[in-house]
Nanobody, 116 residues
């Protein structure tokens, strides 16, 4: 069955770094656009970053541009989110998303907490 499993979240101090990973299985990974979303308490889920199926095109929310980098390894069926210069406002549950036309899958999420 389809699975998206996120890992790499945790507690980090402001200014610190984390790398999130999302391991995919059960579908043709290299056909899917992959994205990272996040949802903070009391807020709507928002798109953080996305990458095309082949990895040649990326886009980012304005709030993370220059600090976050999305990448993928189609040989490993994995998408990454490298986060640097983390801020308290980056605190949220981060979700991996896979989309191909009307087919869409979500991971269970991983908590990222930025606090001193």
């Amino acid at each position: 069955q389809v699975q998206l499993v996120e890992s790499g979240g945790g507690l980090v101090q402001p200014g610190g770094s984390l790398r999130l990973s999302c391991s995919a299985s059960g579908f043709t990974f290299n056909s899917y656009r992959m994205s990272w979303y996040r949802q903070a308490p009391g807020k709507e889920r928002e798109l953080v970053a996305a990458i095309s199926s082949g990895g040649s095109s990326t886009n980012y929310a304005d709030s993370v541009k220059g600090r976050f980098t999305i990448s993928r390894d189609n040989a490993k069926n994995t998408v990454y989110l490298q986060m640097v210069s983390l801020k308290p406002e980056d605190t949220a549950v981060y979700y991996c998303n896979a989309k191909f036309y009307s087919f869409e899958h979500w991971g269970q999420g991983t908590q990222v907490t930025v606090s001193s």
